[in-house]
């Protein structure tokens, strides 16, 4: 099994499941710099032989990439029919599960309650300068949020954002990890993230302040994790992991470890926590958003000095 | 004569080609072969305009220049702390030398991304020393090189003062007998051990280029960067990823052609292997300042690591130790233990055909050298693509993918650490025996391997601590569910608890310091 989602949140579910079906799980885990696009990559050059049989993705948009490649086995879990309909492809090739919210952190120390930033477009504004930071576009969970900025916008509009984002000293991280520690320390007044490293943040008792971006206007960006069945060699195991992840336990646990936001009516919200249902969220079609993903990598490379 | 014992003479008289060929066609298929599989990427759909396209860009040259431009600082630091410092470390009368030289050493046998995590830990937010001017300088190329130099100066240090127990006494007594001790080591000393200070400029300026993690963690865009743009980015382009670690194996070449060139026929004869007694240089009054600065050198880089105990001890990071580590630390273990085992088999062959100019030993020489500056992530998808096939998934597989992938990039270590070991060896023994009749194999059982045994040994050493200390190579093969610690270390960083991932550290910290402590101690009982 190939996994981007953070392996302190997953193992422990993994190993319920080896407890409970006697299938020993053999994981590669990705790390935060490369976060989904190493092991979905490791998938693309294996293609010749698979190897792996389950990607448990961060996201639903990189696995359209393996979808086009042919390299799904699509499966129609039974525990799939509790997600709502725009969380899961019809044919199974991929499942949504628990799922992330890319929010402001923002450090109380250093932001007012009435400065407090409201949209994404705050990171670009000149009073912030040189003060928020995200993750290097080119990897993880920040691509597919500003490909879902172009798709929102146009690819002007978002090109024209990132620019002067640049223009406005915003620090560019390895990883969105590294923008909670960035916010969680002072170093910047705000960063763009995803809820997972907000609960990481609060946890440890970090001063920040949790913003859901663009609520009044275009909403914000929800990502579910994403239940995918490869190609590998083992299709009858595939399967009851497939179903064992999908299922009311291994969701409420990501909820409750990871504070990710229940997409299945059946499991309940982490303390203090809310439902996918509960916010305003940016209408997206995740097919549509790979293809932008994609179509804007020479450009976010360039900008990106690479 | 039977006829087929005609055969079996020839073969016994071609013992030595024909196993420099089998070594060669093995460390061939291991470096070469994966970047043959990669080229021919390029001849897929749109991958060769792209990669012209890519590799016309001027930002493509600005970006290659700059890391050339970071690691020429990287080297010139390194030497310009290493140089004095090995001369003092290794020939001086400062106080605790030899502890000091080890404790200096240690940190290179960290991985790089552990010190630049242990130095936020001290200057970052949160840290013990932290403070605006040093965040800003840390997370920057000027702090990329600094924290580089500081990690790889010890290369330097080392290679000098062991190359200086190789000096003639005789020569530095001269000297002394019409200069003092600075001029001696400076116009005697350093230009006797120049072949070790052109291997040491080669080996740090090529990790200092090929480095990802360090200016990755630190913002620092760097050429290796934008290949692994390629394969970690969302539109993965192998061929283009192979077309752009191109000009890095000009680098490579220009690099072997530089060392060649400042260490003339002495290539491979720079460490002192064998025991020598020499007499210390006196430094008479410059001796307080020279001990201050050698024990700076030597305890400046345990601050980053005492930063992650720090943290690790604070956040009760060793209590929750053994829920988090695993098998990795055992997997780590396994894999540089057989990985180094295999480089060594390679070295003894390779490395003595380098070592007496046996014809081809120079070119497989450089192509481990090659293997060495690549980038990790371009061997490693030339290996997915080489290995991972049905019939061989008793390798892609297994742990022995880790193997294979170590020896082809760790090899140039050991390599070359025997071919030293064998160009100090008279040449006198292996002719005398061969004039007796004693064929190759026999010679290698009886003579090479026994008399070069403390080298070999070093070789097997330095080849397992590299691997021990690899990240890059194996983050990209590693079986699953048999992550290496660093991978485990690297995956939990992510959101993991932050004295957990700073135990894990000091973990892999012990065990290559357990490591390079019981091998030293093998080696040091073998000296007597």
Not at chain 1, 189 to 213: C, M, Q
Not at chain 1, 259 to 266: E, F, I, K, S, V
Not at chain 2, 109 to 125: D, E, K, T
Request: glycine share 8%.
């Amino acid at each position: 099994m190939y996994l981007s989602i953070d392996q302190v949140f997953t193992e422990p579910i993994l190993r319920d499941f080896e407890r409970q079906s006697g299938v020993k799980v053999r994981a590669v885990f990705d790390t935060e710099e490369t976060k989904s696009t190493g092991v979905l990559n490791r998938i693309i050059a294996e293609a010749r032989s698979p190897q792996a049989d389950v990607f448990w993705s961060g996201d639903p948009v990189r696995p359209q990439l393996l979808v086009k490649r042919g390299l799904v086995r699509a499966y129609v879990s039974p525990e799939a029919a509790a997600i709502p309909p725009g969380f899961k492809a019809a044919d199974g090739a991929w499942t949504g599960g628990a799922a992330r919210a890319r929010l402001l952190l923002v450090n109380k120390t250093r932001v007012k309650p009435d400065d407090m930033p409201r949209s994404v477009r705050d990171l670009a504004d000149p009073k912030w300068k040189g003060q928020t930071a995200i993750a290097n576009p080119l990897f993880g969970t920040t691509t597919m949020h500003v490909a879902a900025l172009a798709d929102a916008w146009g690819d002007d509009a978002l090109k024209a954002f990132l620019t002067q984002l640049k223009a406005n000293g915003c620090r560019i991280a390895s990883s969105n990890g590294e923008v909670k520690r960035l916010v969680a320390s002072g170093e910047v007044a705000f960063g763009l993230a995803d809820s997972d490293d907000a609960a990481e943040a609060l946890h440890d008792g970090a001063p920040i302040e949790v913003v859901f971006p663009d609520k009044d206007e275009m909403g914000t960006l929800l990502m579910p994790t994403a239940v995918v069945p490869l190609a590998g060699p083992h299709a009858e195991e595939m399967r009851r992991l497939v179903d064992y992840l999908l299922s009311v336990p291994a969701e409420q646990k990501l909820v409750d470890v990871a504070a990710h936001l229940p997409l299945r009516a059946d499991v309940k919200p982490a303390p203090g926590g809310k439902r996918a249902s509960d916010i305003k969220t940016m209408q997206v079609d995740y097919s549509r958003i790979a293809d932008t993903m994609e179509r804007l990598q020479p450009w976010l490379r360039e900008w990106a000095g690479l | 004569m039977a006829p087929g014992m005609g055969w079996a003479v020839a073969l016994r008289r071609r013992e030595e080609a024909l196993l420099l060929v089998a070594a060669g066609v093995v460390l061939a298929a291991l470096a070469f072969l994966p970047l043959v599989f990669l080229g021919g990427e390029l001849a897929k759909g749109e991958a060769l305009r792209q990669a012209v396209r890519a590799l016309s860009a001027p930002r493509t040259w600005g970006l290659f220049l700059s890391s050339v431009g970071i690691a020429s600082a990287v080297t010139i630091l390194s030497l310009g702390i290493g140089l004095p410092l090995g001369v003092l470390l290794g020939r001086s009368d400062v106080p605790l030398r030899r502890v000091a030289l080890w404790l200096h050493a240690f940190p290179l046998f960290v991985p790089p991304f552990l010190l630049a995590l242990g130095w936020f830990h001290l200057l970052g937010g949160g840290g013990l020393a932290r403070s605006e001017l040093g965040i800003r300088v840390l997370f920057s190329a000027p702090g990329a090189i600094l924290v580089l130099a500081l990690a790889l100066t010890p290369i330097v240090t080392s290679l000098v003062a062991v190359g200086l127990q190789a000096v003639d006494p005789s020569l530095e007594e001269a000297a002394l007998l019409v200069a003092g001790p600075r001029r001696a080591a400076a116009r005697i000393l350093l230009p006797l051990v120049r072949p070790a200070i052109a291997l040491a400029a080669l080996v740090v300026f090529s990790l200092a280029f090929s480095e990802l993690g360090v200016p990755m963690f630190l913002r620092v865009a760097v050429y290796p960067g934008m290949v692994f743009s390629r394969l970690g980015g969302v539109d993965y382009a192998p061929g283009e990823a192979f077309a752009l670690a191109l000009p890095l194996f000009v680098v490579a070449v220009g690099l072997l052609a530089f060392e060649r060139r400042a260490a003339g026929r002495r290539s491979f004869a720079v460490l002192g292997l064998r025991s020598r007694e020499v007499p210390d240089l006196r430094l008479g009054r410059w001796r307080p300042a020279a001990t201050v600065f050698a024990a700076a050198a030597a305890l400046l880089p345990f601050a980053p690591i005492s930063a992650l105990a720090l943290r690790a001890a604070g956040g009760h990071g060793f209590v929750e130790l053994p829920q988090w580590i695993g098998s990795s630390a055992w997997n780590s273990l396994f894999d540089a233990l057989v990985a180094g085992t295999f480089v060594l088999a390679l070295a003894v062959v390779i490395g003595h055909a380098a070592a007496r100019r046996r014809r081809g030993g120079a070119g497989l020489d450089a192509l481990a050298v090659l293997a060495f500056v690549m980038p990790a992530s371009v061997l490693g998808v030339g290996l997915i693509a080489t290995w991972n096939r049905p019939s061989l998934q008793a390798v892609y597989g297994t742990s022995a993918i880790i193997a294979l992938a170590f020896a082809a990039r760790y090899g140039a270590v050991g390599l070359r650490t025997a071919a030293v070991s064998f160009s100090q060896g008279s040449e006198h023994y292996e002719e005398a025996a061969a004039i007796g009749g004693a064929r190759f194999l026999r010679r290698l059982g009886r003579i090479l391997v026994p008399i070069h045994a403390r080298g070999l040994a070093a070789a097997w050493l330095l080849a397992v601590v590299f691997c021990l200390r690899d990240l890059e190579t194996a983050v990209l093969l590693y079986p699953a569910g048999q992550e290496p610690l660093t991978v485990r270390i690297f995956t939990l960083e992510a959101n993991g608890p932050e004295a957990v991932v700073a135990a894990l550290s000091c973990v892999q910290v012990a065990m290559i310091a357990i490591v390079l402590a019981l091998g030293s101690a093998v080696l040091f009982r073998r000296k007597r």
